[in-house]
């Protein structure tokens, strides 16, 4: 089985300066650097062949490429219980556009559609008993954040294994964007475990 999601891997040169924003908040699990990332569409544990399906089916994706920003700092969850807190991406038809494709192909491989709206985010810590005003003194404290535009020249199909220091990312398959509509593979899905 993979436990897979598909999204967009920040420049490293992002990932370092969102890093920086990573601390001050007691009990919060911060995503490392290396691991920020904007997901597209999770689709979690699914066996070689689903995922054989689901690669097969992204791989007729035509999208262009684009910039994108990110853009404010906020929360999910409610005021007595936040569960993340999350850098804001700035709206964008293209990538918007191409989320849309992205859920096509995901259900036309035979998976169920997404129910939740999507809501372009990139996660930097994950919260459990997070006191709400020290929460908001963070927020305040980094606001306002905006980092970009930076290019987005394609979009990665990722497998997330579990351990005990969080979540390990391995980028699949990267599904190249193009301004010319046509489609392009950089890397064969590959199943075989690390």
Known sequence: MLRLFVGIALP??????????CSGLPNARWVRPENLHM???FIGEVG????????????GI?????SMSL???GFFGNGRSPRQVWVGVERNPL??????KIESAIVRA???????????????????????ARLQSFLSVHEPFREGPFAVDCFTLFSSKLSHNGSIYRAEADYLLSSDQAPKRERVLSTEST
């Open 12 to 21: 490293e040169e992002v990932q370092v300066r969102l890093g920086m924003l």
């Open 39 to 41: 997901t597209l569409r």
């Open 48 to 59: 070689e062949d689903v995922a054989e399906d689901v690669d097969d089916s992204l791989q």
């Open 62 to 66: 035509r999208a262009q490429s684009f």
């Open 71 to 73: 853009s404010g700092l």
């Open 95 to 100: 990538l918007l556009h191409l989320q849309e």
């Open 110 to 132: 035979g998976l169920p559609p997404e129910r939740r709206k999507f809501v372009p985010h990139v996660t930097l810590a994950r919260l459990r008993g997070q006191n709400v």
